[in-house]
């Protein structure tokens, strides 16, 4: 299986001063460049190799591929590949390369409390800072885009362990593979 995060498609900001990335919206789609991903799943499913951006969130750029960092994408053999984010169904190209769409449902509260943890331990946040962006872009992005998006699933989690939606997600995942080699 591959496992391929929306988040390393983030577009390069480094043209930019810091102060300039620091105000940019990066909860919007426009933020993502989801038509390279579009290609590098394109590509995976043709068997092809893919270069995987990676982006580093404290500087708000892409590292660059040349780096050891990248992330080479091998095709051998496998014949899921999982593709993870928040906003993967707000772009129609990309939903056309999604043969099971599955939105996870997280409560807000909860959604924020792991944002702070996160962007404070892994990214060098204030606390200031994180609530100032969540209430600017990330929320009403949420509610203008996500939220929306999950009426474009096919299977709706309620978050935490949920065995029977594990099992759908299963069934399903069987299903498609079984029905793909005919």
């Known amino acids: 299986m591959h496992y391929i995060a929306h988040d390393s498609y983030y577009k390069d900001a480094s043209h930019l001063s810091m102060e300039e990335r620091q105000c940019l919206n990066f909860d919007h789609p ?9 290609e590098h799943l394109k590509q995976l499913k043709a068997r092809k190799n893919v270069d995987v951006p990676t982006y580093d969130f404290s500087t708000h750029c892409r590292v660059s591929s040349s780096s050891s960092s990248s992330s ?5 053999t496998k014949n899921i590949i999982l593709v993870e984010g928040i906003l993967i169904f707000c772009d129609e190209a990309l939903l056309e390369q999604i043969d099971i769409r599955v939105f996870v449902d997280t409560d807000d509260d909860l ?6 943890s996160r962007d404070m ?9 994180v609530i100032d ?3 600017k872009t990330v929320r009403p992005m949420h509610d203008q885009y996500v939220r929306p998006s999950m009426r474009k699933s096919d299977i709706i989690v309620p978050e ?9 997600v299963v069934s399903k995942l069987r299903s498609h593979l079984q029905t793909s080699k005919l």
């Open 111 to 116: 959604r924020l409390i792991r944002r702070i």
């Open 133 to 135: 962006q969540y209430m």
């Open 121 to 129: 331990k892994e990214r060098g946040r204030t606390f200031d800072s």
């Open 72 to 76: 080479l994408v091998a095709t051998t």
């Open 30 to 38: 426009d933020s993502l460049d989801t038509a390279l991903l579009v």
């Open 160 to 168: 935490g362990l949920n065995n029977a939606a594990l099992e759908l």
